[in-house]
């Protein structure tokens, strides 16, 4: 008899070691997420994935499944939280999605429309961010961030340590493995996975910028959802 | 020439009446008279309070951002906007226009000639259609589309359905109707499909058959009242525009042509890149936009017009049999080598929007424009240039780069700035020859709008003002004082209320 948990009421197997997010993944229900990747170790930072655990708030990518839970994912009040999560993460950054060559492949974005995000909520920061164009072929926009530390876990995979987070609050912000601070003096190359992960448009390639054409973005005719559970299924079966 | 208006000797005893907002045009203008006792104009300016800041905040972005960011400029004309920077962006990594691959500069024609004919049919029909039927001074509820619609639903239709088809030819290449994407450094992102086309072709003998009938249509309204069409607001004055190699009416890519009033050469063939060589503009300070003029005429004869008047004007020929004839009646209408009147610009316009439907047709039996061969790559340069035929007349997009392709520096001189100087004479004129020594009242001054509306002026390319916009007439005393106020609220109530 496998042991199971219940996420809104459907009763899901799971094995041991999983997190709720890995077992829910595995059983087709998706949790809204932007810093979990199923290639890296949870980070649990970004707080979208919070659900209900017996009654307590917990972030799904890092809480272990556990015989016999009873958890609450896909409720109005959960969403109306992950909104103002995603409003905030909008806010704090300067995320300006018409001019955005991310935009349509985006995950922040894609959030917003999966939570039916409407309008910003909150005052924007307008933090002062950066643009660093010196790599020849990768462009970091600090304007676009959120912190997910994809490209620190990615890079440290990588073997090469580019990225980190420094500073805190409004003055937080990415941060170069070099003593110039600059991009180009550091080992990121354009094949490294660190350079193609970001969920956001805060890394990208350099003039591949809107070379997709509408109508071929990844969430131009499935939702972030779909592409989602597509993406960590197959992830899985490999 | 009406310079004698552009500002009066003193403002002593004078009152001020202002146009504010003008409506029906694309973005935030506004008119304003001084009139001494006897109601004679002393003052008259258009006024472009709207400031942008486009050249300022695409600094420090990377180029490959900028099609798409500057078409953000304007809601009605982004794929000129769009196909300008991306004509620069191309010389950024080497190529000239005649390196474009084929099959893509042909999908950037298709494109662009959708753009122009929904522009031109959006601007004839929804916004001018109402003071060409109705007359310049009709009731103030009928000059709307609405009321085109209800007193005229075959022209309103065919109107609405000739932009829609303009913005499905858009929609087709860049996978919207408003800011797509196409354009990416030295080509298109995207080919033309088998289906895409069928579609655009399905309906393309209608839509030139409606174009040919707005000609008709606006040649009927314009010989309704000859003397009055060609004098209305019309001035003398230099035309610029591209036209191809061999003289024909270009709106994607060709060489620079100026004409003096008299049909003489200016300038031919010259090449935009070296546009500061011939364009300088001034700046004056009751006004945003600047006030460009031809730098061998100097700044009080080299101001020139640009857009469909200038175009049709300028041009030997017109490549597409339909509207070469309409081209060829028209110009024999002015009876000298070129047509000034300014509400002509509307007869040139609907010629222009009966070329684009037959190129349009052209273009889309062309197997070529389905080719998959789209973008080509050179080595890179600092500095890029692009200027398009924008519905609105002559677009020039400049930008400088670093080493990392990051924009350091860019200009643009937008087609209504251009028609700036040309749009005061237009006004002072009006003002001058029909409305001084006459009592001001709202019909008396649409005369204004009307003979700016005919420019299709783009004043921020931002907000869209069509029917029943809020307007405000002040008069106000020499201290200041106001003395009397009419307003024209959103729903079209009017309201006299004395103030003081």
Known sequence: ?238 | MYDYLETAETTENLRRVAVDPISRVEGHGKITLLLDQDNQVRQARLHIVEFRGFERFIQGRPYWELPVIVQRLCGICPVSHHLAAGKAIDQLVGIEPENLPSAANKLRRLLHFGQVLQSHALHFFHLSSPDLLFGFESDINKRNIIAVLNDYPDIGLQGVKLRKYGQEVIRMICGKRIHGTGAVAGGMNKALTQSERDYLLSDVDQIIAWAAGAVELVKKIHGSNLPYYDEFATIRSNYLGLTSADGALELYHGGLRAKNDQGETIVDHVDYCRYNDYIHEEVRSWSYMKFPYLLSLGKETGWYRVGPLARINNCDYIATPMAEVERLEFKAHGGEAMVHSTLAFHWARLIEALHCAESIKELLNDPEVMGHDLVAQGEKRYEGVGVIEAPRGTLFHHYQVDENDIVTKANLIVSTTSNNMAMNESVRQVAAEYLSGRELTEPLLNNLEVAIRAYDPCLSCATHAVGKMPLQLELVDVEGRLIDRLIKHGDGAIEHDLGG
Do not use: W
């Not at chain 1, 008899?1 to 999983?18: A, N, V, Y």
């Not at chain 1, 890092?62 to 015989?67: G, H, I, Q, S, V």
């Not at chain 1, 920061?125 to 304007?143: G, M």
């Open chain 1, 1 to 238: 008899m496998s042991k199971t948990i219940t996420i809104d009421g459907d009763s899901i197997p799971f094995e041991d070691g999983q997190t709720i997010m890995e077992a829910a993944a595995a059983a087709g229900i998706y949790i809204p997420h932007l810093c979990h990747h199923p290639e890296f170790a949870p980070h649990g930072s970004c707080k979208l994935c919070t659900v209900i655990v017996n009654g307590r708030a917990c972030s799904a990518c890092t809480f272990p499944a556990m015989d016999g839970q009873e958890i609450l994912n896909n409720s109005k009040e959960l969403n109306d939280d992950r909104r103002r999560i995603t409003q905030m993460l909008f806010v704090e950054g300067n995320h300006l999605c018409p001019g955005c060559e991310k935009s349509g492949n985006c995950q922040l974005q894609a959030i917003g429309y999966y939570l039916n995000m409407l309008d910003n909520h909150f005052l924007h920061f307008f933090a002062p961010r950066e643009l660093d164009a010196s790599h020849p072929d990768v462009l970091v926009d600090q304007n676009r961030c959120i912190f997910c530390t994809l490209c620190v876990r990615a890079s440290h995979k990588d073997g090469k340590d580019v990225f980190a987070i420094s500073g805190r609050g409004i003055n937080k912000r990415l941060i170069f493995n070099a003593d110039s601070g600059l991009l180009k003096d550091t080992d990121l190359d354009v094949s490294d996975q660190a350079a193609h992960i970001c969920p956001t448009g805060a890394i990208l390639i350099k003039r591949t910028g809107f070379t997709q054409p509408i109508g071929e973005r990844l969430f131009d005719h499935k939702d972030i959802s779909e592409t989602s559970l597509e993406q960590e299924q197959g992830d899985h079966d490999r």
